[in-house]
């Protein structure tokens, strides 16, 4: 592996691997665009990035409509949701050269371990999480609002003592296009940590019909964002986690500050796709379960939001 110059492809080319794989591309990487239903148009036109923070951006990328195409790959990263992940292993098999770094840029817990066993012995399993407002506005263009941090941590891999320098590897490659990153200790925990985030306003935007600054503006909402919050930090406790002391409320003030954002599953709801229930709300709730603690407000708001997900794909 040429860790100067790495080839770079994106597992899931939407809002997520859209933003951070044209990043890369602008800064000189050797990237890779595995798409579907929007190969054609990225293919002709290219793709954009309407940012807020770095501008218009806009490039002839290389985009591939299978994985048996792309060339093999150093680093792969997995920008599609956590809901497709059985379908995903194949293409990243297909894509991914000899000890290969896979980075899972999705939400919620369980995903690596639901992944893992699928992989080759030679290949690098790391997380990623993105703080980051974008959304897909169009076939090949993603609109970007604000923020963009993308941390790493060390799952799984043949040589684990090495996991803290393949991190840092990848830290580099994102720092080298622009983007904060850090690596993180403990992945488990941080992915609990964003967790306080998620769980409220990504279900709570689907059930109320509701962004950020809708849900931070009416008193009843944000009392139930920071009861939320609280269950949250609660089960990550209960499973050995213990967060920093004032961070649900840290990301409650910055939640204030944020511009108007609607969570991607709003967008998940809103065209009739499947909700990462299973990561964000159920791997959660049956940890923290296991480990003595009942968490009913986020047990309510997941079974509210199961039936609404049948429904809304059933009609």
């Not at 059985?86 to 899972?104: H, K, M, N, T």
């Not at 371990?113 to 399993?125: G, I, T, V």
């Not at 169009?138 to 799984?156: M, R």
């Not at 690596?183 to 689907?206: C, E, H, I």
């Amino acid at each position: 592996m040429d860790t100067r110059n790495p080839r770079i492809g994106i597992i899931g080319s939407g809002a997520i691997g859209g933003f951070y794989g044209l990043m890369l591309a602008r800064a000189g990487f050797d990237v890779h665009f595995l798409l579907r239903s929007e190969y054609r148009i990225v293919h002709e036109h290219g793709m954009a990035v309407d940012s807020a923070v770095h501008g218009q951006l806009h490039m002839k990328v290389q985009a591939y409509a299978s994985a048996a195409d792309m060339p093999p790959c150093d680093w792969l990263l997995v920008g599609a949701k956590a809901t497709s992940n059985r379908e995903l292993a194949p293409l990243i098999l297909q894509a991914a050269a000899p000890g290969a770094r896979v980075v899972l840029l999705q939400n919620g817990l369980g995903v690596e371990e639901q992944l893992r066993p699928s992989l080759r012995a030679d290949m690098h399993l790391l997380g990623g999480l993105c703080f980051i407002c974008v959304n897909r506005q169009a076939p090949g263009v993603v609109c970007h609002q604000a923020l963009g941090t993308v941390n790493l941590g060390y799952h799984s891999g043949p040589a684990e003592d090495r996991g803290a320098a393949i991190v840092a590897q990848g830290v580099a490659l994102f720092w080298a296009a622009g983007i904060d990153s850090q690596a993180m200790d403990d992945l488990a925990q941080a992915r609990w940590q964003k967790l306080v985030w998620n769980m409220p306003y990504n279900g709570l935007s689907v059930l109320l019909q509701a962004s950020t600054t809708a849900l931070m503006t009416d008193p009843d909402s944000r009392d139930l964002v920071r009861a939320l919050m609280a269950e949250v930090v609660q089960g990550a406790q209960a499973c050995g986690h213990v967060l920093p002391n004032g961070y649900a409320e840290q990301l409650f003030r910055l939640t204030e500050k944020m511009p108007d954002y609607w969570p991607s599953m709003y967008h998940d709801h809103a065209q009739r796709r499947p909700l990462e229930l299973q990561a964000i709300y159920a791997e959660p709730l049956a940890r923290a379960q296991a480990a003595g603690c009942h968490l009913p407000q986020l047990q309510m708001l997941y079974q509210t939001l199961a039936f609404i997900d049948r429904r809304n794909r059933s009609g």
